[in-house]
């Protein structure tokens, strides 16, 4: 069966960096474009990071930019959101998302359970 395991959350000041890390199982990990969301009590989520198969192609929402890195190995079935200078603001959970699509070009889509991240002083 499939799973998504996120981790690496925790407490930090701003200012400080925390690494995520998010580990698939049951699918091929490899066929899936794979994507960070977060969400914050009251919120909407929203996207944070994404990253193409390959890992090559990525993306991070301008709110981020500049301050997080997405990456993957799909060797270890792996991806990682590497978060430096953290704000308040960046307090929420942190979600992991694959997708893909079928043959009939029907969306496939997995979440993980969620990493809680709170930055406070």
């Known amino acids: 069966q499939v799973q998504i395991v996120e981790s690496g959350g925790g407490s930090v000041q701003p200012g400080g960096s925390l690494r995520l890390s998010c580990v698939g199982s049951?699918?091929?990990?490899?066929?899936?474009?794979m994507n960070w969301y977060r969400q914050a009590p009251g919120r909407e989520r929203e996207l944070v990071a994404g990253?193409?198969?390959?890992?090559?192609?990525?993306n991070v929402a301008d709110s981020v930019k500049g301050r997080f890195t997405i990456s993957r190995d799909n060797a270890k079935n792996t991806v990682y959101l590497q978060m430096n200078s953290l704000k308040p603001e960046d307090t929420a959970v942190y979600y992991c998302?694959?997708?893909?699509?079928?043959?009939?070009?029907?969306?496939?889509?997995?979440w993980g359970q969620g990493t809680q991240v709170t930055v406070s002083s």
């Open positions: 998302n694959a997708r893909a699509y079928d043959y009939t070009k029907r969306p496939i889509i997995y």
């Open positions: 049951g699918f091929t990990f490899s066929n899936y474009d």
């Open positions: 990253t193409a198969t390959a890992g090559g192609s990525t």
